[in-house]
């Protein structure tokens, strides 16, 4: 065949191509509809499509669909003219495909493609797994972990342009790239589970670093590396047996958001008279005596004026939010959700929410942020035992009373009964409130309060003892990044302890994601966590086991995990002298029948009788 005919065909061949790109790319910016796709066969199957025209009087135009298996039931004119409430309904026999959407205006017709997608493989095997009292969390933010694509440390157009690592506000460049790059790291440490701090758009002017102020919600922020390097993050981490947690802000958005400059109703955010703070008073959701509207300024007062409150008593919020946690999961992989500020939020809207996500993904789980004091508190917005009006269905919450009135007064208070390691047992004994406390997330710190290396006033012995108690109490632990290297910080401004893990950019000096980058003393810390959490990610006893704790006497607090095939004995001698340990005569009901201890940390066999040091923690493994 002569070159020149091919060279033809080739040059009419690119030429259709390119027309027909063009083509869809000119539909898509005729209307933005979301959620932006969906998928064939699920049980979300009613989706209600919010779409935006680029122009007052949109709205009247007519609409059609013709797609096999798909029904437009209802077309909704809201009161904001450039947008539609399409409710649409995807039959079981609907096949994936593009679904063609028609607006149509003076016998003019313009088309969006809308994809009806095949879905994600591997429901509850390989994704929306659910995280549980067997993984271990590794809480990490992405802009301060590792920049591992360069090219994206700025995008033209975005408001917030800084990019100086000297300032902890500005933003210094790590993104998903670098996560992805340092998978190894955290597979080696015992890490099973990553959960990063939010990474759809966030297109404020500044503090964009954090991620909590989402200006899209159908688009994973460019600085990070955007959609498909979230895509390969999710992909590489199920690879590896590894699971995905994904940071859900349903109470608010950032002021730069598209439906709060644009909204398609008025109350799409909580309206007030004037600018109405939120009280944060958390106790008047339960208190019986309770002021109705003190009740409302708690839960619809703002965060901040540059954080509007979304209305989730609105049924098209409702179903914006509800759609758009269900496409993260399908688009993404996610196994599981954190929370953010889940108090805030209209609760039976979080009920509701939850519920959809379960009915579509089983195994999935989530966890809420409860920044309270009191066990009462914090229990009220989980599933609990209590006979009251509302019933939370939240599987479980962030654990702030194990760390604000368990772990850090026991290990930073004197010895006593009032005070020490007997707040740490008197809040588990509490435990009962709950429907299944191990669905409790434990934590020693985060990115919102101070290091714990700091708090424990850089103290080895005292860290090393929170450390072995978060891999081996009840619950699930979360470890926020650099604990393992001995970061700290503390958290007034709150900048202080959201700073770089050394190593993760090229021009670092030192790397501490290597052993020759740490310092022993690092080093130490970095192999007793990894020692620990290895034991922990094989041990039944720990990761679904039973717990017995005893009442804590002149500073030694002792409690077990254990099931039918392993016994483990966690002794925390937080007292001022050395104690004696004597299986044989001391915690009979749980170590009659064991000879031996074995330390999981040295491997030292310590028989049946011992002492453990003032300022110590063993986590012994029994024998017999």
């Known amino acids: 065949m002569p070159s020149a005919y091919i060279s033809k065909k080739l040059k009419f061949f690119t030429i259709a191509v390119f027309l027909l790109f ?4 000119s539909f898509a910016q005729y209307a933005d509809i979301y959620p932006t796709n969906w998928w064939a066969g699920m049980k979300w199957n009613k989706v209600q499509l919010l779409v935006h025209g680029s122009y007052d009087g949109f709205n009247k135009e007519d609409v059609q669909i013709n797609y096999p298996g798909v029904i437009l039931e209802k077309i909704e004119r809201l009161e904001n003219s450039k947008y539609f409430a399409l409710d649409i309904n995807i039959s079981p026999e609907a096949k994936p495909g593009i679904v063609n959407i028609r607006f149509i205006k003076d016998g003019k017709a313009n088309t969006v493609a809308w994809p009806l997608n095949k879905r994600r493989e591997g429901r509850g095997t390989k994704f929306a797994q659910g995280v549980t009292s067997s993984d271990l969390i590794y809480l990490l933010m992405p802009d301060r972990f590792s920049n591992g694509d360069y090219s ?23 993104d998903l790239q670098g996560v992805i790059n340092h998978l190894d790291y955290l597979q080696d440490l015992g890490v099973t589970t990553v959960w990063m701090t939010p990474v759809l758009e966030n297109d404020m002017s500044n503090r964009t670093e954090h991620g909590y102020a989402f200006t899209n919600e159908y688009k994973i922020d460019p600085r990070l590396g955007g959609e498909e390097a979230y895509k ?3 992909d590489s981490l199920h690879k590896r047996g590894m699971k995905l947690i994904q940071d859900a802000v349903y109470n608010h958005v950032g002021s730069k958001n598209i439906f709060f400059l644009d909204p398609p109703v008025k109350d799409w955010v909580h309206q007030w008279p004037t600018y109405t703070n939120t009280s944060f008073k958390d106790q008047v959701l339960f208190d019986p005596y309770a002021s109705a509207d003190e009740k409302k300024i708690m839960s619809d007062g703002w965060f901040t004026k540059e954080m509007p409150d979304l209305n989730q008593s609105n049924p098209y919020v ?9 496409w993260c999961v399908e688009e993404f992989g996610v196994d599981g959700w954190r929370i953010d ?13 939850n519920k959809a996500l379960v009915d579509e993904y089983p195994k999935i789980t989530m966890f809420g942020e409860t920044w309270v004091h009191g066990v009462p508190d914090q229990s009220y917005f989980c599933q609990n035992n209590y006979n009251i009006p509302f019933k939370s269905n939240l599987i479980g919450t962030t654990d702030f009373q194990e760390l604000f009135y368990g772990i850090m007064p026991a290990v930073n208070d004197t010895f006593g009964w009032t005070d020490g390691v007997n707040k740490l047992y008197t809040t588990t004994a509490q435990d009962f409130v709950y429907k299944n406390p191990m669905n409790e997330v434990i934590f020693l710190d985060n990115h919102d309060l101070s290091r714990f290396f700091s708090v424990v006033g850089e103290d080895i012995d005292k860290y090393k003892m929170g450390l072995a108690w978060l891999m081996t109490f009840r619950g699930i632990p979360e470890m926020y990044y650099g604990t393992e290297i001995l970061m700290k910080g503390i958290s007034n401004p709150d900048g202080n302890v959201r700073l770089d893990f050394k190593g993760g950019w090229k021009e670092d000096s030192v790397n501490k994601f290597t052993a020759a980058g740490r310092t022993d003393k690092e080093n130490d810390v970095f192999n007793y966590v990894r020692t620990l959490a290895r034991f922990r990610k094989n041990s039944s006893a720990i990761k ?9 006497v002149d500073g030694l607090y002792v409690y077990f995990r254990y099931d039918t095939n392993q016994t483990i004995m966690c002794i925390m001698n937080t007292g001022k002298t050395e104690k004696e340990i004597n299986l044989l005569k001391q915690y009979i009901e749980r170590t009659n029948g064991f000879i031996n201890a074995k330390d999981v940390i040295t491997g030292e066999e310590k028989g049946s009788s011992f002492v453990i040091p003032a300022k110590k923690m063993f986590v012994l493994q029994l024998e017999k």
């Open 22 to 25: 063009t083509s869809y790319s």
């Open 152 to 174: 994206n440390d700025k995008v033209e157009g975005m408001r917030d342009q800084s990019l100086n690592r000297d300032l902890i506000y500005a933003r210094h460049g790590g």
């Open 232 to 234: 390969r993050l999710s």
């Open 318 to 326: 409702a179903n914006f939010l509800i759609q758009h946690a269900i």
């Open 341 to 353: 500020t889940y108090i805030y939020n209209d609760l039976n809207f979080m009920n509701h929410c």
């Open 544 to 552: 679904t086991g039973k717990m017995m704790q005893y009442v804590p």
